[in-house]
């Protein structure tokens, strides 16, 4: 498919309603530099706010889905300042963790090769995340004495458990994709072969169901792992209030009686 620049270091190309996001950086195994970063989360914004958009997937060239943060090229040698580095992370890598969460359209990692630090957690905020058979996860801040940033500690313990991803985060291991599959960090793992094709089929199908339903769906889903029932049910109530007023909901009813496929237009 056509891409808007296919030497940017994100490419973005738009087909049957999916958008697609593409880091290429492979040399550096899409270690990911800040204006990479501004960029994503530029477009899933737009793809937020864009009718034609109606599922997002994003994925490496390469070996590579992420490396994790690009470190070479930042970093000030001068004096730190108290409160620099935690500036640092929150317009950084938590702008983009949030950026994933945030998208009103469906995000589908497509897991290509490895997924460390930063990278790793990039592909645990999509909502779908399918792996390579060659694709790895690597809690790498613990090899390199830091902190898990980028989410990790809000993402890990609400997928697999606070115990398992204490393991994963203080040994630092690295996670093969079908131990990744086993674990419950991705919903599928496929042939390397095979992994554009299914993420492309599995975005098309969401492209052609009820956009504005998922996107309340989504909201709802995340909300709930941090709110009591009485929260959650009232969030759900409403959502269903919102949706009810969609041409989606009415088509969606309207063919259940007439007895026929709905034809969904995301709206």
């Known amino acids: 498919m056509p891409v808007s620049d296919p030497t940017a270091e994100v490419t973005h190309a738009i087909a049957g309603g999916v958008a697609y996001l593409t880091l290429n950086r492979p040399e550096a195994l899409n270690a990911i530099t800040p204006a990479q970063r501004d960029r994503l989360i530029t477009l899933l914004g737009e793809a937020s706010a864009d009718p034609s958009v109606r599922a997002v997937v994003l994925t490496g060239t390469g070996r590579g889905f992420c490396a994790g943060a690009d ?81 990790g500690a809000y993402l890990l313990p609400r997928l697999i458990g606070p115990q398992r991803a204490k393991e994963l985060m203080f040994f630092g291991d690295t996670v093969s994709a079908a131990d990744a599959e086993r674990l419950g960090l991705v919903n599928r793992v496929v042939p390397d072969e095979e992994l554009e094709k299914t993420a492309r089929d599995w975005a098309e199908r969401l492209a052609a169901g009820p956009t504005r339903a998922l996107a309340l769906t989504k909201q709802l889903v995340n909300a709930s792992l941090d709110s009591d029932r009485t929260t959650a049910f009232a969030a759900e109530a409403a959502a269903q209030e919102i949706n009810m007023t969609t041409e989606d909901a009415r088509e969606g009813v309207a063919s259940f009686v007439e007895r026929r496929s709905p034809e969904y237009r995301g709206r």
């Open 71 to 151: 470190l070479r090229g930042g970093g000030s040698t001068g004096e730190r300042i108290a409160g620099d580095v935690a500036r640092t992370i929150r317009q950084g890598a938590q702008r983009l963790i949030a950026a994933v969460l945030d998208c009103e359209k469906p995000v589908i990692a497509a897991v290509n090769g490895t997924a460390a630090g930063l990278g790793a957690h990039l592909a645990l905020a999509c909502d779908l995340v399918l792996a390579a058979e060659s694709a790895k996860f690597i809690e790498v801040f613990v090899r390199r004495g830091l902190v898990p940033d980028g989410g």
